[in-house]
């Protein structure tokens, strides 16, 4: 094992010297999730503002009830106008009374935001108006709406208090996040420190030398899994920045996230978790990288894994932690799993254990594969 | 001493398998250096490599010191140094970092690889470029640099394929005083080079390889005087049949 560490360390001190690579694994990370958050949640932010100040052009035919255009008042900015002019169109049937059923069409064009905006406040408007017309109606029978409505409803939130402060939401986002980014630093190094070794024909010099191929394997995939575990840190990082930066990154999260914590135990079992399932994505980057003969061919074998890790991660997005045991035998979903179950505050013992266990377990599988590998003549023949 | 004794080897292609090595039987002995000359394909690189345990016999067997190359493999590439001219140093360690990454590899003292290390750099001429990132070599440096890693370990038996291919005319004399010097310190050599001039210059005996099969092997001297011919150039393509119409 100490002639892996040797390999391992010589890796990682050539990786912290080549800056075009510290740059896309860790900075870009780092940054690019805030950017990311902070630039959505500006535009988002500047686009509902400039909605909220448009004065739109409403053209209201079969009603001028003043009470109707007092609540479009309340609800939007506006000014009346004819037909061809208006970007929204209220029409009543022909010969509508106050009181009466009648089929009010909203005529509006859905391809721009703002006349979205504005539909959806003519909507309520229209809501309102309608509430008021019952009211009328009713007051005339000496009654009152608010006597009709006979029940009201309280909901208690019985989810953990971690959930409930914005964890539910960080389950949601944050195991796909950080899987992405742990997948795809692993795919460069991995990558780079096998068939871009043979393609550079470094790797012969080390297989020459009285070292294990075992320890050849060990080193490189532990070099890997860092590399791998440190672009998703940093893009955990990131993360944490976009939250806790003023800016519109606030607008993309439910309020309650400015609450989020994690506790001691909780960082701990995220932590371990992703360097077991690091050490898994190394392992099995490094074993394809083994058996293609350039970075090119290396690419067009991993790509296929790295489209079913995203694939994992978008469909787990919206789903609860299961209690189906057999998922955390299943490397990368059962990392999604019991992240989600760490965010939301129910943190299953046994799910962190047989997670750990199965990663650790199928990365030696996967270690001894490559082992073999570079014992293998076919292999041995690219070098 | 390396000894290869009716070595065989054979690969696995599309069209079938490839008879690379037919049989070559042929030894090193220690302070000498040994030539493998051949036209390309004719299958030194993979005698050198088979010897350096990259790939294994389909029969016959190649010994270093004794010990046999499959079934002792770490105990054989402890006792070598081999360099091909495909094999490249790459990364942004400096040179002085990659000879003490090997020289740690093989289980060296600290003290052990800074003497070393000057040796080597001294031997080579690789002062002044000794702390520099290898990514900032030239090709020559680079091929000075992969030289003095393979050997940091100073191996008893040296297999260098090409080893002056991409080194200038200075750097070649510094190369060829290094297997000289490792000669006379009684190391083995084998080398395999194209440039006959440096063959007959720097071996002791040759063996000339063709399609997989040892056509000759003695002292150059010797064989120059048994075929009756001036130089190894006339004698190697006295032996070599030679395809013009290919060209």
Not at chain 1, 4 to 25: G, H, M, P, W, Y
Not at chain 2, 179 to 196: E, F
Request: hydrophobic share 45%.
């Amino acid at each position: 094992m100490s002639d892996a560490i040797i390999i391992f360390q010589k890796e990682v001190k050539n990786f912290f010297k080549d800056r075009r690579t510290l740059f896309s694994t860790f900075l870009l990370p780092l940054f690019i999730i805030p950017i990311l958050f902070i630039g959505m949640g500006s535009v988002l932010q500047f686009l509902e503002a400039d909605a909220q100040s448009t004065t739109y052009a409403i053209a209201i035919e079969g009603n001028n009830d003043q009470r109707f255009l007092d609540c479009i008042d309340e609800q939007l900015s506006y000014r009346l106008t004819s037909r061809d002019e208006a970007d929204i169109i209220i029409t009543f049937p022909p010969g509508y009374v106050q009181g009466i059923h009648a089929q009010v069409v909203i005529t509006y064009d859905s391809s721009s935001q703002k006349n979205q905006y504005a539909h959806q406040q003519v909507i309520i408007a229209i809501q309102i108006y309608q509430e008021l017309l019952a009211e009328n109606l009713l007051e005339l029978h000496g009654l009152s709406l608010a006597s009709l409505l006979t029940l009201t409803t309280s909901s208690v939130d019985v989810a953990s208090e971690v959930a409930q402060s914005g964890g539910t939401f960080l389950a949601m986002l944050v195991p796909y996040f950080l899987l992405i980014f742990l997948f795809s630093g692993s795919i460069n190094a991995g990558l780079d420190t096998t068939c871009g070794e043979k393609e550079r024909g470094s790797l012969a010099i080390l297989l020459v030398n009285q070292v294990s191929r075992t320890s050849i394997a060990w080193g490189k995939i532990l070099y890997v899994s860092v590399v791998a575990i440190c672009s998703a840190g940093a893009t955990f990082l990131g993360f944490v920045l976009s939250l806790l930066v003023p800016s519109g990154a606030a607008f993309m999260f439910p309020a309650e996230l400015s609450g989020a914590s994690l506790s001691g135990i909780s960082l701990l079992i995220m932590v371990a978790v992703l360097s077991t399932v690091a050490l898994f994505t190394g392992s099995v980057v490094a074993l394809l990288g083994s058996l293609a003969k350039s970075v090119k061919e290396g690419g067009t074998y991993v790509m296929p894994l790295y489209m079913i890790v995203v694939l994992i991660g978008v469909t787990t997005m919206y789903m609860d932690p299961t209690s189906n045991g057999v998922f955390y035998f299943i490397p990368i979903v059962n990392t999604i799993f019991v992240m989600k179950e760490v965010l939301m505050g129910m943190i299953t013992p046994w799910h962190v254990v047989v997670t750990i266990c199965a990663n650790i377990a199928i990365a030696g599988v996967c270690a001894y594969g490559v082992a073999q590998l570079f014992n293998s003549e076919k292999i041995l023949q690219t070098v | 001493m390396i000894e290869i004794n009716n070595l065989q080897k054979s690969f696995l292609q599309r069209s079938g398998r490839k008879q690379v090595i037919k049989s070559i039987s042929c030894t090193a002995y220690d302070g000498e250096v040994y030539g493998l000359l051949g036209p390309n394909g004719a299958g030194k690189t993979t005698t050198l490599r088979t010897i350096a345990t990259l790939l294994r016999p389909d029969s016959g067997f190649v010994h270093v010191d004794g010990h046999d190359v499959v079934t002792e493999g770490r105990i054989v590439r402890d006792s070598i140094g081999f360099l091909t001219g495909e094999m490249r140093l790459a990364g942004h360690l400096s040179c002085r970092e990659m000879l003490k990454f090997f020289g740690r590899l093989n289980h060296m003292k600290p003290s052990e690889i800074e003497e070393r290390t000057r040796t080597l750099t001294h031997d080579f001429a690789m002062e002044a470029f000794i702390d520099r990132p290898i990514a900032k070599l030239s090709s020559g440096m680079t091929q000075k640099v992969a030289l003095a890693v393979s050997i940091v370990h100073a191996p008893h038996n040296i297999i260098f394929d090409e080893p002056t291919s991409s080194l200038d005319v200075l750097a070649v004399k510094v190369v060829s005083d290094f297997i000289r010097a490792a000669k006379n310190s009684g190391k083995c050599v084998v080398l395999s080079t194209h440039v006959l001039g440096e063959a007959q210059r720097l071996c002791d005996r040759i063996g000339i390889i063709h399609d997989g099969q040892l056509l000759c092997e003695g002292k150059v001297d010797e064989l120059l005087s048994m075929h009756n011919v001036p130089d190894l150039e006339t004698l190697f393509f006295s032996l070599v049949p030679t395809d013009r119409g290919s060209l």
